[in-house]
């Protein structure tokens, strides 16, 4: 039978308060959001593969959805709702509770692929998942076709690669 491990095994619930250096011009959380959502999408990756690293093959996209103030905290919590061969695929919620009045919205959700490597940096095997909850079904059904658009995107994107230069702008004719 083959190896299945629960997408809650593999999550990381991590809340910080908004302090003033992490605003922007219009008083709202700043883009280094984005480093704490891939932080929690690889401690939830080495979680799910319990390896020593794990590396960021894509960020499909970072939804933002409501601003997040300094009156907020934000929690980001992160777990496993999909696996491939040798590849799976986090989910990151990023909630902001108002501190003063309670109100908790979701402010961004991301999905995330990563790869699990093994002591000589190659690719591993990834357990399969047995999703449980409403929240793990819903995301766990779409993801096979959230895979196939990436390899689409991917193979978009190396043509594109393959036809851009990388002379120096001051070197071009």
């Not at 939830?44 to 794990?54: D, G, I, T, Y």
């Not at 449980?132 to 766990?140: N, W």
């Not at 196939?148 to 036809?163: A, E, G, V």
Request: hydrophobic letters at 35%; charged letters at 30%; glycine letters at 2%.
């Amino acid at each position: 039978m083959e190896n299945y491990k629960f997408p809650r095994d593999s999550k990381i619930v991590s809340t910080d308060q908004v302090l003033i250096n992490d605003l922007n011009n219009y008083n709202t959380l700043f883009g280094g959001i984005n480093e704490k959502i891939d932080n929690n999408a690889t401690l939830s990756a080495r979680r799910h593969a319990r390896v020593k690293e794990c590396v960021t093959a894509s960020t499909d996209s970072v939804e933002f959805l409501y601003p997040i103030t300094q009156s907020d905290s934000v929690c980001i919590e992160s777990y496993v709702v999909y696996t491939g061969e040798k590849s799976m695929e986090i989910f990151c919620k990023v909630i902001s509770e108002d501190m003063i009045t309670a109100e908790r919205k979701i402010a961004a959700v991301a999905f995330l692929t990563f790869v699990a490597l093994d002591e000589k940096k190659k690719p591993i095997k990834i357990p399969k998942i047995s999703p449980q909850s409403k929240e793990e079904k819903l995301l766990f059904m779409d993801g096979e076709a959230r895979a196939k658009m990436r390899k689409i995107k991917r193979s978009q994107t190396k043509n594109i690669i393959d036809s851009l230069d990388i002379n120096k702008p001051w070197e071009l004719e």
